[in-house]
C-alpha cells in the first residue's frame, strides 16, 4: 500500500542579485515536518568562501518537536504547521527554532556545483 504524499509550502523562492534561494517545507503522516532547502548563487559564497556557488539540505523536525514548534508560532493543537510556518523572502524558520531550541535533524547536506 502506497503511503499519502505529504503536503508541501513553499517558504521562500527568491531570486536576485545574490542568486536562488529556495525553502519548502512538507508534512508528512506520522506528524514530522522536512525542511528542504536549495541556494544558488553569490550569495551562497558569502556563508562558505567565494568558490561555493550551491549548498542544498533536507532537515527533519520530529512530530514531538512539531507540536513545540506550533506553540512557538503561537498556534494550538489542531492548527496545521504548515499554515503558521514564516514565509517570503525573509523567513527564518530556523532563526525561530533557534530561539525555541526546538532540534531538527541533518538528513542530507551537500555544498559545491
Same mark, same amino acid.
Given at each position: 500500500?502506497?503511503?499519502?504524499?505529504? /503536503?508541501?509550502?513553499?517558504?521562500?523562492? #527568491?531570486?536576485?542579485e545574490?542568486? +536562488?534561494?529556495?525553502?519548502t517545507? &512538507?508534512?508528512? &503522516?506520522? @506528524?514530522?515536518?522536512?525542511?528542504?532547502?536549495?541556494? %544558488? @548563487?553569490? !550569495?551562497? !559564497? @558569502?556563508?562558505?568562501?567565494?568558490a561555493?556557488?550551491? $549548498?542544498?539540505? #533536507?532537515? /527533519?523536525i520530529e *512530530?514531538?518537536?512539531? &507540536? /513545540?514548534?506550533?506553540? &512557538?508560532?503561537?498556534? +494550538?493543537?489542531?492548527?496545521?504547521?504548515l499554515?503558521? %510556518?514564516p514565509t517570503?523572502?525573509? *523567513?527564518? #524558520?530556523?532563526?525561530?527554532?533557534?530561539?525555541?531550541?526546538?532540534? $531538527?535533524?541533518?538528513?542530507?547536506?551537500?555544498?559545491g556545483?
Amino acid at each position: 500500500m502506497d503511503e499519502p504524499a505529504s /503536503r508541501r509550502v513553499t517558504l521562500r523562492s #527568491v531570486s536576485d542579485e545574490n542568486g +536562488r534561494r529556495h525553502l519548502t517545507a &512538507a508534512l508528512d &503522516a506520522a @506528524g514530522n515536518v522536512t525542511l528542504k532547502g536549495h541556494d %544558488l @548563487g553569490k !550569495g551562497v !559564497g @558569502g556563508v562558505y568562501g567565494s568558490a561555493i556557488t550551491e $549548498y542544498e539540505w #533536507v532537515h /527533519r523536525i520530529e *512530530a514531538a518537536d512539531v &507540536a /513545540r514548534l506550533l506553540t &512557538a508560532l503561537g498556534g +494550538r493543537p489542531g492548527d496545521d504547521i504548515l499554515d503558521l %510556518l514564516p514565509t517570503g523572502p525573509a *523567513a527564518d #524558520v530556523y532563526g525561530l527554532m533557534r530561539e525555541h531550541r526546538i532540534p $531538527y535533524t541533518r538528513l542530507f547536506s551537500r555544498h559545491g556545483d
